[in-house]
């Protein structure tokens, strides 16, 4: 980064900062990983200069000999890894591939039928907050009060009740397997559409360590960043049927010229899922996941919904340690442990001091961490929440993680 030192060392100096950051702390926010090198030089490579309004074939502007092939590549090694009759590369990220897929489908004002945020659900389900719960009459559903799992007879009665345009399945805080065919059974049955958004689970999806949508719903979005590795960025894909809608809908509906520099880097994202060793990391991921979830049930803390199929834990923090999220993430981040405050099920705390905290294990199997480090991790959490309010033993902690990481660098 020679030009970059030379033209804005202040931007130059934080970006080396951030990179010392990433290395020196073990970080647990489910929706971060760590792209290749690979991954990085596509990123930042000379596409980004690249105007291509259109798709392939179909441009505005001259100059697309590249980017058509480019574009095609990632869009068909997208439908390989997925099994997916169509995929769309050219959504910014996640969230406008869910806007994108409403507007392809339904009009302004249509129910649709969401997991609830506060159960797991992400904002662009229909939350108040989101233009997706301003445009459409947006129904949520929640998890069993008892068992915090999705209940899927419940949400079949919902959806009789509602009588829903739309389903929308997929979760940001969901621990356990979405049986997505059961999803598909339900919206069959009041003749709504489904709506898969696999933004967190997508690289479990892609190596088949958690089941696919892919084949019974009408529409699958989904980030490119989060378990899939790649850069920022989002992904649709459709059945045959949708293709046309789902295209319109991106461009010229809903954006301008597609990031080809992030279509470039998706290309080789999906190339690295493709191969044999993506399906290790990704039963790494759960192998991980479920060893957290087994130390820190050890140490009593209790776990939404008991424990963990996925990349993902959600810790009930007041009924663990009597002491809310946030303060929580607080006392990790100062040792070096990086995750985030979360509402859990039926949360009786508001939405910046909840009661859990999410960790998710996608950084750390990608840095080549496993069970034993785990049960490391855990006994620092463990260590840091009691000790939270003596900054010397925080500041131990951080150099122990500090240490340990060196043994774990970032890509
Ligand atoms: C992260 C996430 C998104 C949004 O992705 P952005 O890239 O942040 O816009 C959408 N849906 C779900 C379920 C998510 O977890």
Same mark, same amino acid.
């Given at each position: 980064?020679?030009? #970059?030192?030379?033209?804005?060392?202040?931007?130059?100096?934080?970006?080396? &900062?951030?990179?010392?950051?990433?290395?020196?702390?073990?970080?647990?926010?489910? +929706?971060?990983?760590?792209?290749?090198?690979?991954?990085?030089?596509?990123?930042?490579?000379?596409?980004?200069?690249?105007?291509?309004?259109?798709?392939?074939?179909?441009?505005?502007?001259?100059?697309?000999?590249?980017?058509?092939?480019?574009?095609?590549?990632?869009?068909?090694?997208?439908?390989?890894?997925?099994?997916?009759?169509?995929?769309? @590369?050219?959504?910014?990220?996640?969230?406008?591939?869910?806007?994108?897929?409403?507007?392809? #489908? #339904?009009?302004?004002?249509?129910?649709?039928?969401?997991?609830?945020?506060?159960?797991?659900?992400?904002?662009?389900?229909?939350?108040?907050?989101?233009?997706?719960? !301003?445009?459409?009459?947006?129904?949520?559903? /929640?998890?069993?009060?008892?068992?915090?799992?999705?209940?899927?007879?419940?949400? $079949?009665?919902?959806?009789?009740?509602?009588?829903?345009?739309?389903?929308?399945?997929?979760?940001?805080?969901?621990? !356990?397997?979405?049986?997505?065919?059961?999803?598909?059974?339900?919206?069959? %049955?009041?003749?709504?559409?489904?709506?898969?958004?696999?933004?967190?689970?997508?690289?479990?999806?892609?190596?088949?360590?958690?089941?696919?949508?892919?084949?019974?719903?009408? @529409?699958?979005?989904?980030?490119?960043?989060?378990?899939?590795?790649?850069?920022?960025?989002?992904?649709?894909?459709?059945?045959?049927?949708?293709?046309?809608?789902?295209?319109?809908?991106?461009?010229?509906?809903?954006?301008?010229?597609?990031?080809?520099?992030?279509? $470039?880097?998706?290309? @080789?994202?999906?190339?690295?899922?493709?191969?044999? %060793?993506?399906?290790?990391?990704?039963?790494?991921?759960?192998?991980?996941?479920? &060893?957290?979830?087994?130390?820190?049930?050890?140490?009593?803390?209790?776990?939404? /919904?008991?424990?963990?199929?996925?990349?993902?834990?959600?810790?009930?923090?007041?009924? +663990?340690? %009597?002491?809310?999220?946030?303060?929580?993430?607080? &006392?990790?981040?100062? /040792?070096?442990? @990086?995750?985030?405050?979360?509402?859990?099920?039926?949360?009786?705390?508001?939405?910046?001091?909840?009661?859990?905290?999410?960790?998710?294990?996608?950084?750390?199997?990608?840095?080549?961490?496993?069970?034993?480090?785990?049960?490391?991790?855990?006994?620092?959490?463990? /260590?840091?929440?009691?000790?939270?309010?003596?900054?010397?033993?925080?500041?131990?902690?951080?150099?122990?993680? !500090?240490?340990?990481?060196?043994?774990?660098?970032?890509?």
């Amino acid at each position: 980064m020679s030009s #970059l030192k030379v033209t804005d060392p202040e931007v130059y100096d934080l970006v080396r &900062a951030e990179e010392s950051r990433q290395q020196d702390s073990i970080r647990l926010i489910a +929706s971060e990983n760590d792209t290749s090198q690979a991954v990085m030089e596509a990123t930042g490579s000379v596409f980004t200069n690249k105007y291509s309004e259109g798709y392939p074939g179909k441009r505005y502007y001259e100059g697309q000999e590249n980017t058509d092939k480019v574009e095609v590549l990632a869009r068909e090694r997208a439908e390989e890894l997925y099994g997916a009759e169509h995929a769309n @590369v050219q959504p910014y990220s996640g969230s406008p591939a869910n806007l994108e897929a409403y507007y392809a #489908l #339904l009009e302004v004002g249509d129910p649709i039928l969401g997991m609830g945020l506060p159960y797991g659900g992400h904002l662009t389900h229909g939350w108040g907050v989101n233009f997706s719960g !301003r445009f459409f009459d947006a129904h949520h559903y /929640a998890v069993d009060e008892e068992t915090e799992r999705l209940d899927y007879d419940a949400i $079949a009665e919902q959806a009789r009740e509602v009588e829903p345009e739309m389903i929308v399945c997929g979760a940001s805080a969901y621990p !356990r397997t979405i049986d997505f065919e059961r999803f598909a059974e339900i919206a069959n %049955d009041v003749d709504a559409y489904l709506l898969a958004d696999i933004a967190h689970i997508s690289g479990l999806v892609a190596s088949g360590v958690h089941p696919s949508p892919v084949p019974v719903a009408d @529409v699958v979005t989904t980030t490119t960043h989060k378990t899939l590795r790649g850069p920022r960025g989002g992904l649709i894909l459709c059945k045959d049927e949708h293709a046309k809608a789902i295209d319109k809908a991106v461009f010229p509906a809903l954006q301008g010229g597609p990031h080809m520099h992030a279509v $470039a880097a998706a290309a @080789v994202a999906f190339k690295e899922a493709l191969e044999p %060793d993506f399906t290790d990391y990704s039963e790494q991921i759960v192998a991980n996941s479920r &060893a957290m979830a087994e130390e820190l049930k050890r140490r009593d803390f209790r776990l939404v /919904a008991g424990g963990s199929d996925n990349h993902l834990v959600l810790i009930d923090m007041v009924a +663990s340690r %009597d002491i809310g999220g946030k303060p929580a993430s607080t &006392a990790l981040s100062e /040792a070096g442990i @990086v995750s985030n405050a979360n509402s859990i099920p039926f949360d009786e705390r508001g939405p910046f001091d909840p009661s859990g905290l999410r960790i998710g294990t996608s950084s750390v199997t990608t840095r080549g961490m496993e069970e034993d480090e785990m049960t490391q991790i855990v006994e620092w959490i463990d /260590a840091a929440i009691e000790a939270r309010e003596d900054e010397d033993a925080l500041a131990n902690i951080r150099r122990e993680v !500090r240490e340990f990481c060196t043994d774990y660098p970032t890509p």
